[in-house]
């Protein structure tokens, strides 16, 4: 396993391929910092006795001991452990851990690069393993290309007006292929060692050039990224870890790259008879997405709720009822997300690979609620903790010669607080609430990892309606047979059956 | 295990000490088979081989097979299937099944008079074993008596005005205790052969006279009950099991009964030091009757939505986005709610009397969010159904001569089903949204087994908020170490251990 | 003016042609009486000089005192009186009051009937004069019959398997119009002197046949009425208003009625230059009804606030803060909804017959607020009130000998109120809350006068997006130009425009 | 009248006492300029003839037109156009028109200075009319400082430990007084010529020295300013108005700040008689400050709803189902807030100084519904426009050589559609969503003004409940007599009845 010391020399030594106001910039450049100091979080935590257990893991290729971001999971518990692991490295940077795209990508990748050998005869999944024993042998951190660019959202991607809308392949070489078009919204891009491309939706017949997955270096011939960070307004007297961190999202444009065979993992272009995998893996990445957002969004609601309850004790109002009506809100949700990712890997399937996945239906309507509630979250947070935290003076005047005996002297609130602490509180709210990097929390919180819109379209495609249906039909006399007792939705069983041609293993086969 | 039909013929037998109307009726009563008929499931499944797995178990005192509404939880299995059982029956009569109050009474009862004998000496546990072991035997129906009449709100029970307003041991007598006073808003007496009581609040020292749990057959001496039933529209054509059913709620007075020693079970008047158990039984029974909630709130829920599934079918609109949104809504809901009770189970401690106890915090946090969203699932059943959901003409029109055809043509939509299903259909939604039983649902799904602001109570109480602050407290720099990273909620073994002397054992420490 | 006895007499007059469990029965019907219990206020209250000026008006055809239900808004203070009478009588009878009905049918007919004469030289108008002033001489109560049972929900009329599925004209006599169809969920029927028919959508050429409007007297023949009564529980001991009312649902069968032609008022198939204004009648009628929900739906939110705010009085808790929150938020949508009905009063237009027509946005707006939120206000109500509200004993149980005392005792609470008025209380509760009339009141408040969705639709196709996009293109640098200042909506004058050609006058220019 | 210019000369010659980052700056520091670009509106409309009418009025006082910001509402006609001025100008800067606070302040001064001298006999008012021809004559930017820091939450202002956490009088002179304490969370006062300061509360005997109000020059003696600017990220290429706006909250220290006596209008010190208008000067100006909401509130929904649709319309989705229904929400919110302003200002009591006083219901009800619903309105403009909302790459990176073809090639969506406008709308969203600014928008649609926990206060201290619990008094028969018909609440001629002795004049005794 690396150090974050041994990370961050690699990203020093990669080419400057990231734009960030008209300038292309290495990987040293401060404002990537906070994203990093975020990464810094998983290869630490992974050398410390306290968090090993969660961070850690046996690779099931090499048997060697490796960090958990790069891990496949090989049983519920594995499942388990990431969604803690997810949770707790959370409450340690305030929010998004970062380095869960590597891992949702990496498992994905494993069970359909399985199939698709499986339904073409082909040899992807020895590929892949091959490439995962590197990923994992070197602790990499990916990022996972999901989201194209789209152009008209109501055409499909060979509809487009411009073809380059969605991620293709221009061209089959017999070494590799020749990829074109532009990712956004991406995550950790500007401080990752490799990218992960992978679909963002199901492909038609007509769509075959665009089903496509692959891994590059993030520095890559034909890469460009152009990057935008966020970070909280930094400090300089009061040091803080929630001061620390930051984010960078990047659009990412592959001009024409050449891809290398042994580090491509779908080619509908090649053999059109992978290209329904496309959709398979698009939902597949998301499915593990959306179970690694049953740790995070605990974790940030908990965030929040620590927060406002911490400003309503030092306003004096933490026994006030609708204070504590409304911290039990966020608690009440963040404990039933986590319980349900929770449950969707106690109900997880073993895949023919091996790899286990989480109940689709659960961490949909999890993350559904979670992303609905995500501006209710911030609204609870800035009612409890009132005005000041978009309107606190700027942390020099706290320390400055003319003001610093006012400002001190006039934020006191709760006797028993001293100053320095109430001022603590409001300054970390403010990097909370009141900077660039709210505004991605908030828009991450709805979008990230598909908005509500998206979880009700899966899961509504999972859950079969009819046997429903049958419960009002029996009620009301309509059929005389009473409904069948176990849920009826659409498995990841039954969803792999649609591509090919055998039956995972159920794990718990009562739940 | 008894049939429908021993319990039928042994309600026959009882003394009439029910009043509806002004008179004083049998159990035999017309107005009261509704009630019975949903009993009427937890005979039949029991002896169907398709449901007998859920239905029935092995009794832990006996080793004999008993249903499992008589059944005391020794392992998470015994959870799970609870769970499982309560929701497949509420599918079958659309609703409540009413016989959780009784083994969700002999759970807390057998947990806490354990717990008395071990902090006072006493042998409640003995006395409470042979009263279960009867129980199992002659596979009773209890009704749980919990609340009270309450008088002032504002006021602890030895404060009222009128001392009854609170049931109270008004004498203790060398053979057993005479109590007065009354508890209103409890579901099936009319027809349950036992009624346990138990405390509806914590007691302080002086409200000792206060902290009594007992059990009676339900025509017991100085017994009586006002009963209200409510039932759907009843038909006379279309006969469906959603217009069979039916709910009697109690207002059951104990006009000083007197309980003779073998039935009662806690008693503060005699030994004031088990006055605090009282607040620990209530509690306790609440955390089984939530539990129990996580299997019927989603059964519930299911209903509605597959009722309104179908009526957007037959409506031909179930494409709609609109339509789709709103009933994944209510799925969303419902899968959360069951998930968050079986990660309940998982999470359970095993007290010292054997008897398993669901996670407090997740049984709270779900029944709160289904007693939030109870009346939004019947306005979106409404909504997809129309207005001819309280509209619809009687059954008669649709049958007499006169009208019989005009009715049958007018009511057709997609005309690929009959004028019949439509007519069904519509007929069930009618007796789900438009009668007596309708309130008694809404009301019952708001109230029933505490409102929400009960639950948000109960789950603040439990859940220790200061390692929660911690994980601020870390991030804004108040405190250097990182937060403990286990969720900090107070655990049935701490609660335990406030009342008596020793620990729970974890039966998964991880969770 | 009528007096309620004229109204009685005249009813009981009337051909038995309503049809309720299998039986044809009269006017005078025992289950009729909770309805036209209702109508008594309007006639009676018009007698009263507490009432008189806004009960009454002065008729523009005859300058006589009319009962204000029969008139036609010649004026803002007109539109402002008739929503203030409708929440005053609101008040008095718990809800509904049922004869709005009529008045927003006659102003609807009178505006268009104008508009048919100008577009195509008919005379409908003085038709339609000629019938208003037999209406109001007589002072009757009408009855609107605009809902469709519509069959398939997604084809047009004439595209269904059964072309009757809307109400149309199947054949034009030189003296009249035969009509076939049925319309549902019709209010007051059962006791309304006449039934005014109006089309329920916008019609295409294609459906000129169901382009009709027309008055029968609501004991006509080929009529058939399906009733559907439903009703509180009666009481025998403790009357009061909230125990006395009802409400009667009708599906009414046009079943080849022939129609005179001077009770015709649209006929698209005579003439298929009238068939556009089947839309706008349909259009014109709605905002009409949902200005009287701008009157009914805040006295009905009031009714359940004040019953909420009774009963935590009675229960002692009305200096909670959580009771407070919540009836506020009922009293603040109350006050909003009346304000947005006032101001789309003062916002009127004066179409050209010089009737005036409310400002649709608003009243679209409020009635959709309202419909969004009733099922909230009921949650609330139940969730001060507690279970009792649906587990109330019976009223007998409350005055028989053998449980009168102890009944009495046990409903105790506050004790400054006396058993009798908690006892009222929780009856007038129980009444609001657990009887078949509060399914009625529910559904009627999410979908009379149009479902929210409906109201969303309306308010959208009205308002001008385009203007509004110019705010945000002016502040993105898209547009240089500031955008127009004035909100932007298709006034009914524009709407008008569509039909006609001239244009209404604006009352006041500025709003 | 001033022009822009002027003011800005004015800034410039006053002495700087504005700290940030630890220096002190001068009124024209680069970042108030945002600020101060907002204000500009407020003088340039006044001199457009298409914005005249709306932005000068005629001064009461000197028959001079003046800006309408510095006029006192003489009629419902000013009370009209004031909120109406206060929309259209919030369209042109994308929100908050920061003016306001000077208006609401001068209002509520005008009334109860007029009533302190009728109650104790002093000549306050005549100061205050003094004052009120300078302001009007120089036409000056107002800050009104009303929220004191408050310390601990729960203690009055005379119990703190620190006397001086609400400003206070602490040395009477004969020529002035000499005020300490400080106001947080001030809008304006960095760009303001003025600041009032207020109370921020109800005061009772013992807090005489707390009932002070007075105005100084910002940059008077004594008078330090924290200072907290925040901005949209500005452009270089692409200019546009959202982009030029900017706020600066301002955390106002008096430090022993002495103020002369003729620019003093309350003081308890002096006169404890004059104690008790310290709250009512509070209310009252709330009550302005949530009128000038009804027109701000609006603007502010219907800049989300404008780009909102406009990103729709790019994305090409417009026409979707949800879209509509997402955006009529918002928009149904801004007419339905809009409105209750309007006809607050009609229901308006014109108070003894001859100054009109809007409906305190539904300025409450409005700015209260507006505040829970902000969070909600950013949710469905960031669900709209997507994800690119808060990870649009750099300005630059759409110009530079390298990127900038590639750039506005992949952001192209609607084909209809430039890259630049595409570009140009989401920048513009970027603006709205996605900076410093944007906290402060968020945490002052909930908190500016008061917090919907204030609004519900004020609303329930004015509404009297009594009259409203007569209506279920009377449908359960517990009164004979029927309601009252009128609304009940407190009206503001009540309101001053509690603190001077004579009666406002209704204005429309109807409403």
């Known amino acids: 396993m690396r150090t974050f010391e041994d990370y961050q020399k690699q990203l020093a030594k990669m080419k400057p391929n990231i734009y960030i106001g008209g300038e292309k910039v290495g990987r040293t450049d401060e404002r990537f910092q906070g994203g990093a100091r975020i990464i810094k979080e998983t290869y630490d935590r992974a050398q410390d006795p306290r968090y090993e257990d969660l961070c850690t893991a046996t690779s099931h290729l090499t048997g060697e001991k490796i960090n958990r971001f790069t891990h496949v999971h090989r049983s519920i518990d594995d499942l388990l452990k990431k969604q803690e692991m997810t949770r707790v490295l959370c409450h340690l940077c305030g929010g998004c851990i970062q380095r869960c795209m590597g891992i949702d990508a990496i498992n994905a990748l494993d069970v359909v690069t399985y199939e698709i050998d499986r339904a073409t005869g082909s040899d992807y999944h020895a590929r892949f393993e091959k490439y995962l024993r590197y990923f994992q042998e070197n602790d990499l951190v990916a990022s996972c290309a999901q989201t194209d660019v789209k152009g008209d959202r109501l055409r499909r991607p060979h509809e487009q007006v411009d073809p380059d809308m969605y991620l293709r392949i221009v061209e089959n070489r017999s070494d590799g292929i020749v990829v074109r078009g532009a990712k956004n919204c991406i995550t950790n891009t500007a401080y990752a060692d490799e990218i992960i491309a992978i679909p963002t939706r199901f492909m038609t017949d007509k769509d075959s050039d665009y089903a496509v997955a692959f891994a590059v270096p993030s520095d890559w011939d034909g890469v460009k990224i152009l990057a935008r960070p966020a970070n909280p307004h930094r400090r300089k007297h009061l040091n803080a870890p929630i001061a620390e961190i930051g984010d960078v999202e990047s659009f990412i444009i592959f001009d024409d790259a050449f891809v290398p065979n042994d580090r491509v993992f779908l080619n509908g272009k090649l053999d059109p008879r992978q290209t329904p995998f496309a959709g398979f893996l698009a939902l597949l990445f998301a499915n593990y997405h959306r179970h690694s957002y049953t740790g995070c969004k605990p974790a940030t609601s908990e965030v929040i709720a620590s927060a406002a309850a911490l400003a309503a004790e030092y306003n004096g109002i933490e ?44 961490t949909n309507a999890a993350r559904k609620l979670a992303g609905e509630e995500i ?20 942390e020099d005047e706290f320390f400055a010669k003319e003001t610093a005996e006012l400002a001190n002297k006039y934020i006191k609130r709760n006797p028993k607080i001293s100053s320095e602490n109430i001022h603590r509180c409001f300054r970390g709210i403010e990097n909370l609430v009141s900077s660039d990097i709210t505004s991605v929390m908030q828009v991450a919180g709805l979008h990230g990892g598909g908005s509500p819109q998206m979880e009700t379209i899966t899961m509504m495609s999972r859950y079969d309606l009819e046997p429903l249906k049958g419960v009002a039909k029996y009620l009301f006399g309509i059929e005389k047979e009473p409904p069948r007792y176990k849920r009826a939705n659409v498995t990841p069983r039954q969803m792999l059956q649609k591509f090919a041609k055998f039956t995972p293993k159920r794990v718990n086969p009562d739940l």
Do not use: W
């Open 319 to 362: 026994r006030e009822p609708h204070v504590k009506e409304k911290i039990s809100h966020i608690i009440g949700l963040a404990e039933l997300c986590y319980a349900a990712g929770q449950m969707s890997a106690y109900r997880a399937e073993c895949s023919p690979s091996g790899t286990y996945i989480p109940d689709e239906i659960l």
């Open 375 to 394: 501006y209710n979250e911030y609204k609870i947070m800035a009612d409890l903790a009132g005005g000041l935290s978009a309107s606190l003076p700027f």
